[in-house]
């Protein structure tokens, strides 16, 4: 299939998920298809269409700012999409988080 008519196939059904009112995982899993390529295509479809994605609101890499209290959480972990998961002291610096980040991206 040429790359054209897979983006039109991808974007149609991008079009059909953002109507269903369903989890991307549960669209994914009625349609057969995997989810990281369709966050792939939903990433490209929300570039073309000059939307702010949902995982990534902008091209920039931010950070939104929270507080918790130490005694609560000792570890924080990032899950990405694809499973891989970053586990860090809770007390880590920001710039060496954003630094580990950047590393998986």
């Known amino acids: 299939m040429d790359l ?3 983006k039109q196939e991808m974007y149609t059904l991008i079009e059909e998920w953002h109507s269903s009112g369903q989890t991307r995982t ?3 899993k009625k349609r057969g298809i995997s989810r990281t ?3 792939h295509w939903l990433r490209k479809y929300d570039l073309d269409h000059g939307h702010v994605d949902s995982d990534q609101s902008s091209s920039t890499p931010s950070f939104v700012s929270i ?3 130490p005694s609560v959480v000792s570890q924080l ?3 990405y999409p694809n499973g891989v998961q ?3 002291p809770s007390g880590i ?3 060496q988080l954003k630094g580990l980040i950047g ?3």
Do not use: G, Q, S, W
Request: charged share 25%; proline share 8%.
């Open 37 to 39: 390529t369709f966050c």
């Open 26 to 28: 549960h669209f994914c």
């Open 4 to 6: 054209e008519k897979r």
């Open 77 to 79: 972990t990032i899950t």
């Open 103 to 105: 590393l998986l991206d």
């Open 86 to 88: 970053l586990n860090c």
């Open 67 to 69: 507080e918790v209290p």
């Open 93 to 95: 610096d920001p710039v």
